[in-house]
């Protein structure tokens, strides 16, 4: 049984996602708008151009989140149909990558703000992934068996 299936627990995960991307934003927010700039001044040349490129990556990938997110919620209120919400306009976008050497070399706190936001990503890929494959049409052969599995 999917997600789809349960739509009180699809409602609840996405409330939940929903609060945890927006405080990581704002903790995000935060950190590289203000107390980060510390840290980032006391870092080499390249490391704080690494610094300024990780921090929009991270925006980034929160953005993608939030975005995707707002469209289930949208789905759940009736304002959108759930086959909408499969149009790749409306699926998570595309995050960019982080290579762990450069991770390494960022500030703890930086590091934290980076990989939990790519661990979020990857939770909501999942779920992404999930629906769309939800929705592909199951085949008649597998509808069929199905069919004789509850016969017997």
């Known amino acids: 049984m999917t997600m789809s299936q349960h739509p009180a627990v699809h409602k609840r995960l996405v409330d939940s996602l929903y609060t945890e991307a927006m405080l990581l ?5 935060g950190y590289f708008d203000m107390l980060g700039r510390n840290e980032r001044d ?8 690494a610094f300024s490129c990780e921090s929009l990556k991270v925006t980034t990938r929160l953005m993608h989140v939030i ?13 959108i149909a759930r ?3 499969l149009d790749p306009s409306r699926r998570l ?5 982080t290579d762990e ?3 390494a070399r960022m500030p703890e706190k930086a590091r934290e703000l980076i990989h939990a ?7 909501v890929l999942r779920l992404d992934r999930s629906q769309a494959n939800d929705s592909a049409p199951e085949s008649p052969a597998r509808t069929m068996m199905a069919r ?3 016969s017997f």
């Open 67 to 79: 975005a995707w997110l707002l469209t289930q919620r949208a789905v759940e209120c009736g304002e």
């Open 25 to 29: 934003a704002d903790e995000a927010r």
């Open 101 to 103: 050497a450069v991770i």
């Open 117 to 123: 936001s790519i661990e979020l990503y990857r939770r």
């Open 42 to 49: 006391c870092l080499d040349a390249m490391t704080r151009v």
């Open 148 to 150: 004789l599995s509850r």
């Open 93 to 97: 976008g595309d995050a960019p990558e």
């Open 83 to 85: 086959r909408e919400a």
